[in-house]
């Protein structure tokens, strides 16, 4: 279901989508947990898709910096898992173990740990450097000083590499959540109209300021 289909009405979850629905249930259980991830997944992903798509050459370099940097941390993000959302992709099962796919994806991974997220690797530098003057000065040192350097990491070939690794992610978790919500279906279908109508509805909590730091209960 499209996130576009449900919206808040007089305080309530609305399926715009399904004109003939009367509940919207909450789903629970290990299928509905590993559902939520995919869903999450597909989220993370079409916003990288996005990120790429608004880099524009008349953008400011920052802007464009900026876009590039989001659209492979969050593709990333997708692949490395968390305590929140453990059911983390795998590169392997998605590239198909073919060698120039996974090289491409290992390096916008090593891109996003070891440089973007994590200040480990030499495309970022601070050189600590002192100025020494020729003599005839009263003092020998002009200054102290320390060169920051941050190498590019965009390139047309990077990008295109970037945005099929992320078409083909975003093909492989819509055919994975897929066939989950069809299992899903099928199983629901063998309840009962009064037994399904009984169930929980769904609904949103509002996070507040204080929950920022907080995991999230992983309770789908």
């Given at each position: 279901?499209?996130?576009?289909?449900?919206?808040?009405?007089?305080?309530?979850?609305?399926?715009?989508?399904?004109?003939?629905?009367?509940?919207?249930?909450?789903?629970?259980?290990?299928?509905?947990?590993?559902?939520?991830?995919?869903?999450?997944?597909?989220?993370?992903?079409?916003?990288?898709?996005?990120?790429?798509?608004?880099?524009?050459?008349?953008?400011?370099?920052?802007?464009?910096?900026?876009?590039?940097?989001?659209?492979?941390?969050?593709?990333?993000?997708?692949?490395?898992?968390?305590?929140?959302?453990?059911?983390?992709?795998?590169?392997?099962?998605?590239?198909?173990?073919?060698?120039?796919?996974?090289?491409?994806f290992q390096?916008?991974?090593?891109?996003?740990?070891?440089?973007?997220?994590?200040?480990?690797?030499?495309?970022?530098?601070?050189?600590?450097?002192?100025?020494?003057?020729?003599?005839?000065?009263?003092?020998?040192?002009?200054?102290?000083?320390?060169?920051?350097?941050?190498?590019?990491?965009?390139?047309?070939?990077?990008?295109?590499?970037?945005?099929?690794?992320?078409?083909?992610?975003?093909?492989?978790?819509?055919?994975?959540?897929?066939?989950?919500?069809?299992?899903?279906?099928?199983?629901?279908?063998?309840?009962?109209?009064?037994?399904?109508?009984?169930?929980?509805a769904a609904?949103?909590?509002?996070?507040?300021?204080?929950?920022?730091?907080?995991?999230?209960?992983?309770?789908?």
């Open positions: 279901m499209p996130p576009d289909q449900i919206s808040m009405k007089d305080g309530a979850l609305h399926i715009d989508g399904y004109p003939d629905a009367v509940k919207l249930i909450r789903l629970t259980g290990k299928k509905a947990k590993q559902l939520a991830h995919y869903a999450a997944h597909r989220f993370d992903l079409q916003n990288s898709k996005s990120h790429l798509n608004n880099m524009k050459p008349d953008n400011p370099e920052a802007v464009n910096d900026a876009l590039w940097r989001s659209a492979i941390s969050t593709y990333i993000k997708c692949f490395t898992g968390g305590a929140a959302r453990n059911t983390k992709l795998r590169a392997e099962n998605i590239y198909e173990s073919v060698p120039v796919k996974m090289k491409a390096h916008f991974e090593h891109l996003r740990n070891k440089h973007f997220e994590h200040d480990e690797n030499a495309y970022g530098q601070a050189i600590p450097c002192a100025a020494i003057n020729g003599g005839g000065k009263g003092f020998k040192l002009e200054g102290v000083i320390a060169n920051t350097l941050q190498f590019v990491t965009f390139d047309v070939g990077n990008y295109g590499n970037l945005q099929l690794l992320i078409t083909e992610a975003d093909q492989w978790i819509e055919a994975a959540f897929k066939n989950l919500a069809d299992v899903i279906a099928a199983e629901l279908e063998r309840e009962s109209l009064e037994e399904l109508l009984g169930r929980e609904s949103i909590t509002v996070p507040t300021v204080g929950q920022v730091g907080v995991r999230r209960p992983d309770d789908a």
